[in-house]
C-alpha cells in the first residue's frame, strides 16, 4: 500500500470557519471537514487527510463540548483525502457510516479506485497524484447506504442529491430552507491541480480535482443539476466557501466553460471529440 501521508498544506489549514449556526467547516491541510447540526445532534461529513483524527475531535470538542460524538459519518465519497482518518475515529467513536449504495463497493474491499491520472491539470498536486491511495477500504458492516428516498439521517432538513463523475457514488448534500450547499468534490473553489494555489487558498470555481475524476460527462451534469438548486451558500471539499452572487456567477461561468474550466485537454479519463 501506498504511503497515505501527503505532504501538502494550505495556510487555511486549522482555521475552522461557522457559515452557518449549525454548519462549520473545518480544513486539515488540502481538505475541508464538516461539522453538520448543533450540540444536541450533528454529524460529521468526510474523515479527511489520514492522521488527522486528533485534529477532528479536538476541533469537534471546541464546537459541541467534551466528550462529544456525532450521531453518524456521512460520506460524500471515499477518496483518500475524504475517508484518510475515518477507520481511526470509527475507534474512538464506534458511530455508523453512510454513503451512496454506488460508492459502497470502495469501501467494503470490493472495488480499488481508478488509479489517478498525473497528467492532466499541469500542477504539482497532479504530479504528486501517484502517491495518492487508490486502495478500497474495508469498512464491511460499519458502513450502509443513503436513505433511497433522499433523506439524510440525523440532518433534519437536507437531502443528498447524487451528483457522480468524480466517482460513481458522488453525494451532495441541500437544504431548501437557506439554500445551502454541501457540494463535496462535485465542483471545488479552488484549482486543485495547483500546489501555489492549493496553498494560498486563491478562491475561484473549479470541477472536480481532475486527476481523480473519471467521467467527465457526469461530472458535468451534477454541477448542472445542482446549479439549478439555485445554492445561495456552498461549502466544497477543497477550498473557501462560497455565497450570494459571486457563487450564482461562477456557477454559471463555470457551466457554459466546463469543458474550458474543467475538463483536461487529454488524459486517461478524457473522450474528447475536438
Not at 13 to 32: C, R, T
Not at 59 to 88: M, N, Q, V, W, Y
Not at 236 to 253: F, I
Amino acid at each position: 500500500m501506498k504511503e497515505p501521508f501527503i505532504p501538502v498544506t494550505s495556510i487555511a489549514s486549522g482555521i475552522g470557519q461557522e457559515v452557518m449556526p449549525d454548519l462549520y467547516y473545518f480544513p486539515v491541510q488540502i481538505v475541508n471537514v464538516i461539522f453538520a447540526g448543533t450540540h444536541d445532534e450533528w454529524v460529521l461529513i468526510d474523515a479527511v487527510m489520514p492522521n488527522s483524527a486528533d485534529k477532528i475531535i479536538d476541533e469537534a470538542e471546541k464546537r459541541f463540548g467534551e466528550g462529544t460524538r456525532p450521531r453518524a459519518i456521512i460520506l460524500t465519497h471515499g477518496h483518500f483525502d475524504h475517508t484518510g482518518s475515518l477507520k481511526e475515529l470509527l475507534e474512538r467513536w464506534k458511530v455508523p457510516v453512510c454513503a451512496h449504495i454506488l460508492e459502497l463497493p470502495y469501501l467494503t474491499g470490493e472495488t480499488d479506485y481508478p488509479e489517478p491520472d498525473s497528467s492532466v491539470g499541469g500542477g504539482l498536486v497532479s504530479g504528486m497524484s501517484p502517491m495518492f491511495p487508490t486502495e478500497a477500504l474495508h469498512l464491511e458492516n460499519q458502513v450502509s447506504p443513503l436513505p433511497e428516498e433522499g433523506t439524510v439521517p440525523f440532518m433534519n432538513g437536507w437531502r443528498w442529491i447524487h451528483t457522480p463523475g468524480h466517482t460513481p457514488g458522488h453525494v451532495s448534500f441541500f437544504r431548501e430552507n437557506d439554500a445551502s450547499l454541501i457540494a463535496g468534490d462535485a465542483f471545488v473553489t479552488v484549482q486543485q491541480e495547483s500546489l501555489y494555489k492549493v496553498m494560498t487558498q486563491k478562491q475561484e470555481i473549479s470541477g472536480p480535482p481532475k486527476y481523480l475524476t473519471t467521467d467527465w460527462e457526469a461530472a458535468y451534469e451534477s454541477v448542472k443539476k445542482l446549479n439549478d438548486l439555485n445554492p445561495q451558500l456552498a461549502v466544497t471539499g477543497h477550498g473557501l466557501p462560497m455565497s450570494g452572487q459571486l457563487l450564482g456567477t461562477s456557477l454559471v461561468k463555470l457551466i457554459d466553460r466546463f469543458h474550458d474550466i474543467a475538463v483536461p485537454e487529454h488524459g486517461k479519463y478524457v473522450d474528447r471529440d475536438d
